[in-house]
């Protein structure tokens, strides 16, 4: 008996909870549609039947808010045939299925569109008129392509600083590369570009790579030769930030309670380094590794400005300044939705990892 | 050599915030000091230099820089080097004091006046964004670290009234919504619902059923996850650049992205004083909350919150000139480091266009960094 109250009362409270916030988004929507309603027909916060609001709102040459509480006649409620013989008006929720921000948001079958922002469809692009879901792949294409050379030069080099750090844990090489790295961190990624330009792109100087835009051939070279400063930039500031987290993890578990015990047994100095202190240091480097995924797959803006590569970032950057909401919208959508994701998976990675410590704790 | 780096980063920090303070200062069209009819002038603070007529012989004092940002120089356009001939209206070398020390900018723009100008400009902007996170995350951060739980009680008649009711009205409601004609339940669904509600405000804090425990540092910790999560740099691009916003609002919707930054910094560290003996006693002998927080928690979490601060800051410097750099800006006469390197796009050989701002920039994110991470406190 006494179960039976106590899971009817969680399934109660669980009931409340939902209903609660499910309630609150209703009078959030009214609020918002009353307010619309108030302002579009001057009438301030007061109720108006359906139809006055209707009228005024059509002589301002505006909708009917998607939802709104309004007056319906008593009469109307009870069906009597004449709605003016009742003097009693109640107040009801009002829902328009024809409102074009419900239509934006979920779509409208009767009009052909069956989907909506909310089942990610983004619409049209205000500037060239093109689907957004036909514009978006192609910029993350080229933002992909960026992000594939960045990786290719991360994956080569973050290994060899990684072995440096680990083979001088201590000392004070890792002082001068933790000084080296912060230095390079401190370097925004617009003056990191411009002298990119400046230095290996400028005429005056050096030109070995052109100053931007995408190659006219597809061969693999000629990709290469353009990508390869933006991506040598971008892989930069993701080496110096990758960096100065690697040595101070790497500092940090060196004077570990495990490595010393391990230094004290005689053990040889590369198992140690290569072995003991890389298991260490790994999880934490991984978990900010996955968090740098969306910003080397998914577009830098200034990178990808400053080079005038046609991605997803310089794709925000002008749909921005044209004031194009749609793709706005969408770039955001995805760009917020792969951040949530990375951090999500780095979570659930640090929590996989972490697993052996906590058995042992337990 | 810590300690050697650590006094550099101060100094070199100090001296672009002096810079910035004393922006109208430095560089300035208008003279600093003026006597005119036996009195005292100071048109720079004012701006009045171009619009009353002051004798070039009545001038006591002007500025160093003798350019504001925003002034263009037509005779020495088109990027001129700051070694080349500087030359005025009649084609003679300008003197010492009118000569543009670190070159010019396409349109005649000088440089130097820019660094200064738009050191200002950044300092403005990140202070503003500072203040702003500093405040909301102490104060939501303080909030869930001493206040981990708070729980609402009521009535068993109400709360199982207001359950039952709130479904059947939500119930009705819905019912309207296929069609917009007039519907007798859509009336009682109304009804219901207010009778749910006015129920459901009967909450207070001592009653049999525990109705819900606000779990403020569970509900902390989702918010600022969410937070983070967030892409800060390209959802300010979007917002910047639809919204139009100034320098001040800049600061203000950045100091809203990165208060989780110090509202979790604050939430760990009360999370570790409030397990401490001395700040139970507080709370035994009856200390009010206000208290409790201000003079108690506070003062033994500044030297974190300080760091988190820096770390905030950098990271505005950083947007902000970000931001500028893409050309976001909502007034064509805000000058700023990112701007001033924007404008170096379209010459790489005028060097002197984007060495100065570039250096300037990389220097106070440099000390302002060392100090956040060797520091802890000036």
Redesign the interface.
């Known amino acids: 008996m006494n179960a039976a109250r106590v899971l009817l009362y969680a399934l109660l409270r669980m009931a409340l909870s939902f209903a609660f916030i499910l309630l609150t988004c209703f009078i959030l929507t009214v609020w918002a549609g009353n307010k619309r309603a108030a302002i579009a027909t001057g009438a301030g916060n007061v109720l108006l039947s359906d139809s006055l609001l209707k009228q005024r709102m059509q002589n301002e040459g505006q909708e009917l808010p998607a939802t709104f509480v309004s007056l319906i006649p008593l009469a109307a409620l009870r069906h009597l045939p004449d709605s003016n013989s009742w003097e009693w008006w109640v107040p009801c929720l009002r829902f328009n299925p024809e409102n074009r921000f419900k239509n934006w948001l979920l779509g409208n079958a009767k009009r052909g569109e069956s989907r909506g922002v909310l089942q990610l469809n983004f619409g049209k692009s205000v500037v060239s008129g093109q689907a957004v879901n036909h514009l978006l792949p192609k910029a993350l294409h080229v933002s992909f392509q960026l992000g594939c050379f960045s990786f290719i030069i991360l994956i080569f080099s973050f290994p060899f600083f990684l072995s440096t750090f680990l083979r001088f844990s201590t000392g004070i090489f890792l002082n001068v590369s933790y000084q080296l790295a912060l230095i390079f961190s401190c370097i925004p990624a617009f003056v990191l570009a411009s002298l990119g330009q400046f230095l290996l792109a400028n005429r005056a100087i050096l030109q070995v790579f052109p100053i931007g835009g995408l190659p006219t051939k597809s061969t693999f070279a000629d990709l290469a030769l353009h990508f390869g400063l933006p991506s040598l930039l971008l892989s930069t500031e993701v080496l110096a930030y990758l960096s100065l987290i690697g040595i101070s993890v790497i500092r940090q578990q060196a004077h570990s309670f495990l490595i010393t015990a391990l230094k004290a047994r005689g053990l040889n100095k590369g198992l140690i380094s290569f072995v003991h202190l890389l298991r260490l240091s790994l999880p934490v480097l991984i978990y900010h590794c996955i968090l740098l995924l969306p910003l080397l797959f998914l577009g830098h803006p200034i990178i990808e400005y400053a080079f005038s590569l046609p991605g997803l970032g310089s794709l925000v950057v002008s749909a921005s300044l044209a004031r194009d909401y749609p793709i706005v919208l969408a770039v955001v959508c995805l760009q917020g939705l792969a951040t949530v994701f990375c951090m999500k998976l780095a979570s659930a990675w640090l929590w996989w990892a972490g697993r052996n410590n906590r058995e042992a704790s337990l | ?1 810590k300690l050697r ?1 650590k006094a550099i980063a101060r100094v070199v920090l100090f001296f672009w915030v002096l810079l910035g303070v004393l922006a109208p200062f430095l560089a300035n069209s208008s003279p600093l000091v003026v006597v005119q009819n036996g009195h005292l002038q100071f048109p720079f603070l004012s701006n009045r230099f171009e619009q009353i007529s002051i004798e070039l012989s009545s001038v006591l004092l002007w500025p160093p820089i003798r350019y504001a940002a925003t002034d263009l120089d037509v005779m020495n356009s088109n990027y001129v080097h700051p070694l080349a001939k500087q030359i005025d209206a009649n084609g003679n070398s300008l003197p010492n004091g009118k000569r543009h020390w670190l070159g010019t900018g396409k349109l005649g723009q000088d440089v130097l006046a820019g660094m200064v100008w738009g050191c200002r400009q950044s300092l403005w902007v990140a202070g503003i964004g500072t203040g702003v996170a500093l405040l909301l995350g102490l104060l939501l951060g303080g909030l869930a670290g001493l206040l981990p739980m708070i729980t609402f009680r009521t009535s068993y008649f109400s ?2 009234l ?2 039952l009711v ?2 059947l009205g ?1 119930f009705y ?1 819905m019912k ?5 004609h ?3 339940i ?2 009682i ?3 219901l ?1 207010a009778i ?2 006015s129920c ?1 405000l009967l909450v207070k804090p001592i009653g049999r ?1 525990r ?2 425990t606000f779990e403020t540092d569970a509900l902390f910790d989702a918010f600022a ?1 969410w937070f ?4 800060k ?3 300010l ?2 917002l ?3 919204a139009r916003l100034n320098g001040f609002q800049i600061g203000l919707l950045l100091g809203f992205f990165f208060w989780p930054a110090i509202g979790l910094t604050t939430r760990s560290s009360f999370n570790r004083i409030r397990e401490t003996d001395y700040f139970r006693a507080t709370r035994v002998l009856g200390l009010p909350f206000s208290r409790q927080l201000f003079l108690h928690a506070m003062p033994n979490t500044k030297q974190v919150v300080f760091s988190a601060s820096v770390t905030v800051f950098v990271a505005v410097v ?1 947007l902000e ?2 931001l500028s ?4 800006q909502a007034d064509a006469d805000y000058v700023s480091w ?1 701007s001033l ?1 924007n404008q ?2 379209e010459n ?2 005028a ?1 002197w266009v ?1 060495v100065p701002p ?1 250096a300037g ?2 220097s106070f ?2 000390a302002a ?2 100090i956040s ?1 060797t520091g802890k406190s000036f």
Not at chain 2, 176 to 180: E, G, N, R, Y
Not at chain 2, 228 to 231: D, K
Not at chain 2, 325 to 328: D, K, N, R, S, T
């Open positions: 050599m780096l709360f199982t207001s359950t709130l479904f939500m409601s309207t919504l296929p069609q917009l007039y519907s007798p859509a009336g669904g109304t009804i619902l749910a509600i459901f059923v109705l819900f996850q983070v999560a967030l892409p740099l390209i959802l691009i979007a910047v650049a639809i950083l000139a970000s750099f893409l050309g976001l990112g390197l170096a796009r790489f050989a060097w984007f570039g920039l990389f994110i440099w960094k060392w991470e």
